[in-house]
């Protein structure tokens, strides 16, 4: 079983805080690992993917990946009300098979 | 460019009958996937594509069939519906492989089993 686990939230933070969401693997085959945001009612939107270990910046996001501990982060700096929603995280295994966490819900209070 | 569409936007099914979800894009994308999405859950892969006449299983693909006649189509068939197939379908495609291009989705099909 090729697993991709989340924190179900809600994860509520305050605007301008930092937003930390957290996801975990299962399979140490699982070679690069994707952020998608989805807001209600609508279809995912990568965020950002990473595949190295270390810290991948765009913007006010941030991905990290630690392989050895088979967790995956994402970090939104700054958040504002926009970033509500439902984040997914995803790992790729093979050529083109993504298996999906049940993604975390982020609320941004203003 | 419209992006990648879809048709239905929703749809209620009989137990035991058949439909096709259609799904189309003008990208000229070489990849394309169907995923499904139950409440509350992440998507599941259910078929992918890597260019026409080739297409492959995912994780979830039992009660579906797939087929890729043209780059930009990739209909989803159901041949006998069932109540566990209600969930909402996201049709994908990407120009090349995940991770090198990003992943661009439909806006879905709401499918409803009764």
């Known amino acids: 079983q090729k697993e991709v686990e989340q924190n179900s939230g809600p994860l509520s933070v305050p605007e301008g805080a930092i937003a930390s969401l957290n996801c975990t693997y299962s399979d140490r085959g699982s070679q690069s690992f994707f952020w998608y945001r989805q807001y209600s009612g609508k279809s995912p939107e990568l965020i950002m993917f990473?595949?190295?270990?270390g810290d991948k910046e765009d913007g006010r996001f941030t991905a990290q990946l630690n392989k050895a501990s088979q967790y995956v982060s994402l970090l939104i700096r700054d958040s504002q009300p926009s970033d509500s929603a439902t984040y997914l995280c995803?790992?790729?295994?093979?050529?083109?098979?993504?298996?999906f966490g049940t993604g975390t819900r982020l609320t941004v209070i203003p | 460019n419209a992006g990648v569409t879809q048709t239905p936007k929703f749809r209620i099914l009989k137990i035991g009958q058949s439909m096709t979800l259609q799904c189309t894009q003008d990208?000229?994308?070489?990849?394309m996937y169907w995923y499904r999405q139950d409440p509350g859950m992440g998507l599941k892969l259910i078929y992918y594509s890597v260019g026409a006449g080739i297409t492959d299983k995912g994780e979830v693909p039992n009660g579906y069939n797939v087929s890729r006649s043209t780059t930009e189509d990739f209909p989803l068939r159901l041949e006998l519906a069932a109540p566990s197939q209600t969930s909402v379908y996201f049709c994908a495609s990407s120009y090349a492989a995940l991770g090198r291009e990003t992943q661009y989705f439909g806006p879905g099909t709401r499918l409803l089993v009764l």
């Open positions: 990208m000229n994308h070489n990849y």
């Open positions: 995803a790992s790729k295994v093979g050529a083109n098979n993504l298996f």
């Open positions: 990473i595949y190295s270990n």
